[in-house]
């Protein structure tokens, strides 16, 4: 089946300093990614949708210059969290589609999700 | 504002119990109504799906019933073992290609 690598799984920052986060399809590709936000116990926030050679989308509220998306190939998608501070602690999640596995009438819209990186900023 | 409404927040049963989660929504225009487990620290993982042609849908032990008319759709886990405790997650999308509208999560546990 569709497998998203997310890497990396934890990472701790320094106030200011910039991190990057990679997804990638490894077995399929993915013409859309989404980039989500979670704070514990809560719902999955989405935050941009980023088509493969496009700029990304941001949700209402999402700051672009903060939360920088590039998505250069239909394997690999980043997010990169620019001047980092301690309220841009959360767990991260991409999610990526792979249109190979839907199928007309299917149930299957093939939306896979990475494993999460969870994001301190000290 | 929530377009998918996920109830209830918690609940606990015993092994062996049928935890059933409720969802509802108000687009109709949504055709693809997929379910979500998700275990601390990790992404979550696709369940079950349905789209709303389809009044019930079964895989393994998880069923979703779906009421079109109502706008409802619901999980039952059957025969539930200490390993399903997770929590779950509803969500929708518009027009097949749209972005995934997520319920609030329930965190179910469920006891030896």
């Known amino acids: 089946g569709a497998v998203v690598s997310q890497h990396p799984s934890r990472v701790i920052c320094k106030s200011g300093t910039s991190v990057k986060i990679e997804c990638r399809s490894l077995d399929f590709q993915a013409t859309t990614m989404f980039w989500y936000r979670q704070f514990p116990k809560q719902s999955l926030m989405l935050m941009a949708t980023?088509?493969?050679?496009?700029?990304?989308?941001?949700e209402q509220g999402v700051e672009k210059d903060k939360f920088l998306i590039n998505h250069a190939s239909l394997t690999l998608s980043t997010l990169t969290v620019t001047s980092a501070h301690p309220e841009d602690s959360s767990f991260y999640i991409c999610?990526?589609?792979?249109?190979?596995?839907?199928?007309?009438?299917?149930?299957?819209?093939?939306?896979?999700f990475g494993s999460g990186t969870r994001l301190t900023v000290v | 504002q929530q377009q998918v409404k996920q109830s209830p927040q918690s609940l606990i049963v015993q092994k062996g119990g049928i935890p059933i989660i409720n969802c509802a929504y108000e687009n109709t225009a949504f055709d693809y109504f997929p379910w979500y487990q998700q275990f601390p620290g990790k992404g979550p993982a696709l369940l079950i799906a349905?789209?709303?042609?389809?009044s019930e849908k079964k895989e393994g032990r998880f069923t979703i019933s779906f009421n079109k008319s109502a706008k409802q759709f619901s999980l039952h886990i059957m025969d539930s073992q200490p390993g399903d405790s997770a929590t779950y997650f509803c969500a929708a999308s518009l027009y097949s290609w749209g972005k995934l509208q997520f319920g609030a999560g329930t965190q179910v546990v469920v006891t030896p």
């Open positions: 349905i789209r709303p042609d389809v």
């Open positions: 980023s088509n493969e050679g496009s700029k990304a989308t941001y």
């Open positions: 999610s990526a589609r792979d249109l190979s596995t839907v199928l007309v009438g299917s149930s299957n819209y093939g939306y896979t």
